[in-house]
């Protein structure tokens, strides 16, 4: 795995302006974007999975295995994106666990 390699003229510019924005490094400044991008994507997904749920008036697991074989093709779409959504939550807050915990 590599490192992070910035140029020292880089960082020699860039530290004096991140301490007035209140940053003590450039690890801090990419903790808190990653986190706020990450943040974006989580509640965009978590909407979309509450735009679906709302349709189907119901659980996710419970939505599925009744729908499970069905011949309503827009059924199997709302569902299939459903699903998308949220493996799509799952996977960001995961992320931003790692990011964190980095």
């Not at 004096?16 to 990653?34: A, C, D, N, R, Y």
């Not at 349709?55 to 459903?82: C, H, I, T, Y």
Request: with cysteine; proline share 3%; aromatic share 10%.
């Amino acid at each position: 795995m590599s490192t992070l390699a910035l140029d020292p003229k880089f960082i020699q510019v860039a530290t004096p302006i991140l301490s007035e924005f209140g940053f003590s490094g450039v690890k801090e400044l990419v903790t808190e974007q990653l986190t706020l991008m990450l943040q974006s994507k989580i509640g965009h997904y978590e909407a979309e999975c509450k735009v679906i749920e709302s349709r189907f008036a119901q659980p996710f697991d419970v939505a599925s295995l009744a729908e499970s074989g069905s011949e309503d093709f827009e059924k199997d779409d709302s569902l299939n994106d459903w699903r998308f959504a949220r493996e799509a939550v799952a996977l960001y807050q995961k992320k931003m666990q790692d990011i964190l915990n980095a």
